[in-house]
């Protein structure tokens, strides 16, 4: 057996490793989000006529609004699509899918968190931006597996 790992400790190996990469994207996510107060308005141009934008600022904008509105991104990670819409009253609803991740993540990433989504509900004019710009942030008011499953990874770490 020697040179051979056994199975239990194999997947201790890809929980560590998995942690890692969690850990390594939640610090980017940080570190690359703006340090505005979460309910901050954002100084950004509104959507266009076609109720359309291209980037995350407009985005924010437009979901602050509680405005109905799509967009698909490209990040680091991977593919995310991230909508908004109005609910009922004054609240708004937020929706985030990782559609997919980048072809460098493993299997087991892929499969527990490839098309999987959240649900948030959030208070006209309180669109908490952290959810757009970071991987985790913000999810306090969320359900859904893509959640559940980043928190599972979140324990790991």
């Not at 899918?97 to 208070?123: D, F, H, I, P, W």
Request: charged share 15%; aromatic share 8%; net charge positive.
């Amino acid at each position: 057996m020697h040179g051979q790992q056994s199975p239990k400790t194999h997947k201790g190996h890809i929980a560590i490793l998995l942690g890692g990469i969690i850990l390594f994207v939640i610090f980017a996510g940080c570190a690359s989000s703006p340090s505005q107060d979460r309910t901050s308005p954002v100084p950004v141009p509104a959507p266009s006529q076609s109720g359309s934008c291209a980037d995350k600022p407009c985005f924010i904008t437009a979901a602050n609004d509680c405005g109905s509105l799509e967009i698909t991104m490209q990040e680091d990670i991977g593919t995310f699509r991230y909508s908004s819409s109005p609910s009922f009253s004054q609240n708004c609803t937020f929706t985030k899918t990782l559609v997919s991740l980048n072809s460098s993540e493993s299997q087991a990433m892929k499969n527990m968190l490839e098309g999987k989504n959240m649900t948030c509900r959030y208070t006209k004019g309180k669109f908490d931006q952290r959810l757009v710009t970071t991987l985790t942030g913000g999810m306090e008011y969320c359900r859904g597996d893509l959640k559940d499953n980043l928190g599972r990874l979140m324990i790991f770490t």
